[in-house]
């Protein structure tokens, strides 16, 4: 049985008595901050610096899971299966060692991805083109993601693309969502920065509660002191409540805010004569 003296810390003295020797500070700390570590299943090791593991990935994946529901139902399917494609990429390469695309075949993939974009949304801006940007913009992230920086990219898009949801419904329904998908990120950001294996998932849920309860005060200092906006930060405009060209059958007080110009059909006429001239022609709509 061989012991390595350099792993221990004896003190020396001049006598025989027993000492109480205590291990130098550096060593204590490497002791204390010891924590149980997790491995997720199909890897056999732990990431290494300018890598991704299959449990950073599984966590990745979850974040995005949760930022990308509430916008299912809006988007185009081709957005949802481009995502799709990229994950199912990603993990091959961390489970089976799929070869990444290169940056010619990225550049290529952004490309064609923006321009699909245009051309099913006729538009780049916009509620709906925007979301389905930033949905491709985090499936093309994900397929280039390595190093620590490159997971915290994905974790802030997926957070953006999450936030975006308010743009649709601001209801309380939608909370328990939002906070789901907050902790989610922020135990991805934690795992996201580990070295070697991962935290056991109820340590990185400690670890999180204790991040989160440390951000509070901060967020009411921000919620009542920072000046009050006469609108919601997120509104954006849309054709409700607005005036549009063309005959409605209803008409109430309020509902012509402002006239926005249509290339919709205002109306067709048949006439049962000969067709006046463009002089001749007057027509009269409903009025208040």
Known sequence: MFIDASRYWLPTTGSDAPVHAEPPAAQAAEWRDSEPEWEAPGASAGPVKGHTSVGQLVWLTLLI???????TGS???WVLAALAGALLWRLGAA???WKLPNTPLRVALTLSG?????YTYRQISGLDAGSALLILMLALKL????????RSVVILIAWFVLFASFLREQS????PQLAGGVVIGTVALLQSARPG???MPGRALQMTGRLLLQAVPLALALFLLFPRLPGPFWALPSAGGRGRTGLSDQMSPGDITSLAQSDEVAFRV???????SRAELYWRGPVL
Do not use: K, Q, Y
């Open 114 to 118: 923006s321009f699909a974009v245009v």
């Open 172 to 175: 309380v329904m939608s909370i």
């Open 270 to 276: 048949r006439f049962s004569g000969p067709t006046p």
């Open 75 to 77: 988007v185009d399917t």
């Open 95 to 97: 489970l089976w060692r």
């Open 143 to 150: 397929i280039e993601t390595h190093s620590t920086r490159d």
């Open 65 to 71: 899971g949760v930022a990308v529901e509430p916008h």
């Open 197 to 199: 294996n991962l935290l």
